[in-house]
């Protein structure tokens, strides 16, 4: 019987946890150090606002899980969504004048395609998590946080069984 090896796996996890519940994505993330580690293969990263740093995460990975906020769905606040990096990157421009400290994380994955190329990371997956009130204020809302949860339950169960 072969036994296939784990994937090398990196979660990112954005938001703003002074903007309400903005910080569902570093939640995700904080939760997963903690109940992921000693997982084999498998690094979690707070990635706060930091968009940029993607690019120097993907090239060390295999896969790469994202995991973060999205307003103005219609759905109720909590609602996840999994799907592909390939549908929600930004179209890039050919502008040789772009704003490094205003790039968000799905123009950093436009840019990381072109600019690894064949080091791109075979999978690449985004799971947002539906939440409206981004205003100023430390602490997510029950709702949102109901839907981290799910998220990090999920996670953990499929790293952990990998």
């Given at each position: 019987m072969v036994q296939t090896l784990p994937v090398s796996t990196a979660i990112l996890g954005f938001g703003n946890p002074v903007r309400a519940d903005d910080g569902v994505g570093v939640y995700v993330a904080q939760q997963l150090q903690e109940a992921l580690e000693g997982v084999e293969k498998?690094?979690?990263?707070?990635?706060?606002?930091?968009?940029?740093?993607?690019?120097?995460?993907?090239?060390?990975h295999e896969r790469i899980i994202l995991v973060d906020a999205v307003v103005n769905t219609g759905e109720?606040?909590?609602?996840?969504?999994?799907?592909?990096?390939?549908?929600?990157?930004?179209?890039?421009?050919?502008?040789?004048?772009v704003f490094l400290h205003g790039l968000k994380w799905n123009q950093a994955l436009s840019y990381a395609r072109k600019i690894l190329g064949g080091?791109?990371?075979?999978?690449?997956?985004?799971?947002?998590?539906?939440?409206?009130?981004?205003?100023?204020?430390?602490?997510?809302?029950d709702e949102a946080k109901a839907g981290a949860d799910q998220v990090v339950a999920l996670l953990k169960e499929r790293l952990q069984n990998e």
């Open positions: 498998c690094q979690v990263f707070d990635m706060g606002t930091s968009a940029f740093e993607v690019l120097f995460q993907l090239k060390a109720a606040t909590g609602t996840i969504y999994r799907l592909p990096a390939s549908e929600v990157e930004a179209q890039i421009e050919e502008d040789p004048l080091d791109y990371p075979e999978e690449v997956e985004v799971y947002l998590i539906s939440v409206e009130d981004t205003r100023f204020n430390v602490g997510m809302s």
